[in-house]
């Protein structure tokens, strides 16, 4: 049996309690959504992006405000309208009279943690001016190329009732988010707690940071380190996604970028939970986050409002894990 080396152990300790520590922080915020909460914190250790697909009051807000304020990293929010402009976004290039020069003024998406509120109110043109900042971590604007701070999150933010006036989000658009997840409402007992929380002043005004963004780009780069087994966890993330190719009811199934983000989410999830190794579990807790939002249904499925959440808990449920031992980590 294969021995986990003391340093190994010791790291991903390490990542465990900073993370607890980040947690406890945000949750003093977003008062009863621990999964919620752990799966952004997942996204932002992993250098993913979140789309929050929820109805408007439930802490989206707070929840990117709070993880900024934790971590210590500059925060900006961009209120997307239909008349909001790709400039708007990246920043523009003007002329200088007094020195002569062209000069960059920088746009919101220059920070390290970027709100985008309600994504889907802006014309495509405009979203697609997020596209190069997730993907390369750059913008570039009159053939110049700006790089991004580190670390750098994108969270993005749809109401799923309101339709009107809203332009749905490209397919290549949802492809470069990590994960979509939602809040929901709290419960009866959460909510008392939260208005009790408020009668003062919000208690975002109350967090600090517990951690330096330098910390989080090296708990960035040692959750990288888990462990992952080829012919366990890799096989079985990879027939996940070819069933989802071949599903009857998907017209376009999960992309090899919802592969890698599975197996990255899953060596941060292992992390989380005090593991130097990722287990079917993981995959499996991670998978409906993670790639329903990037199938595509059949129109026959859409008509009958298939849930693709509900096609991907029906392909967990099917697809049996590949045979083998995690390398002798148990």
């Not at 129109?299 to 031992?325: F, M, N």
Request: proline residues 6%.
């Amino acid at each position: 049996m294969a021995v986990r080396p003391q340093e190994a152990v010791e790291s991903v300790e390490d990542i465990r309690a900073v993370a607890d520590r980040i947690l406890g922080n945000v949750e003093r915020v977003i008062v009863g959504k621990h999964a919620e909460v752990e799966l952004a914190l997942i996204a932002l250790l992993c250098q993913g992006h979140i789309l929050i697909e929820d109805v408007p009051g439930v802490g989206k807000t707070m929840l990117a405000k709070a993880l900024a304020k934790s971590v210590g990293c500059t925060f900006k929010r961009i209120q997307f309208t239909p008349d909001l402009l790709p400039s708007d976004v990246t920043g523009v290039t003007i002329y200088n009279q007094k020195s002569g020069e062209f000069e960059f003024r920088s746009g919101p998406v220059m920070a390290q943690i970027v709100l985008a509120d309600e994504i889907n109110r802006a014309t495509p043109k405009t979203q697609s001016s997020l596209l190069e900042s997730m993907e390369e971590r750059q913008v570039t604007v009159d053939g110049v190329t700006h790089v991004l701070p580190s670390p750098f999150l994108v969270m993005a933010t749809q109401n799923p009732i309101e339709y009107e006036g809203t332009f749905p989000l490209p397919e290549a658009q949802l492809d470069r988010f990590m994960m979509r997840i939602s809040l929901g409402y709290p419960s009866r007992g959460d909510e008392i707690t939260i208005l009790a929380s408020q009668l003062q002043a919000h208690p975002i005004e109350d967090i600090g940071q517990v951690v330096s963004a330098d910390e989080l780009v090296d708990l960035q780069r040692r959750v990288k380190g888990v462990y992952v087994d080829r012919p366990l966890i890799m096989q079985y993330i990879v027939d996940v996604a070819t069933a989802t190719r071949e599903h009857q009811e998907v017209y376009l199934g999960a992309s090899p970028r919802g592969s890698s983000a599975l197996v990255r989410a899953g060596q941060a999830r292992a992390a989380l939970h005090g593991r130097d190794y990722v287990i079917p579990d993981d995959i499996k807790a991670l998978a409906p986050v993670t790639l329903a939002h990037r199938l595509i249904v059949s129109p026959a499925a859409r008509i009958r409002s298939v849930d693709t959440r509900q096609i991907v808990r029906e392909i967990l449920d099917t697809v049996p894990v590949p045979g083998g031992s995690v390398a002798g980590r148990r």
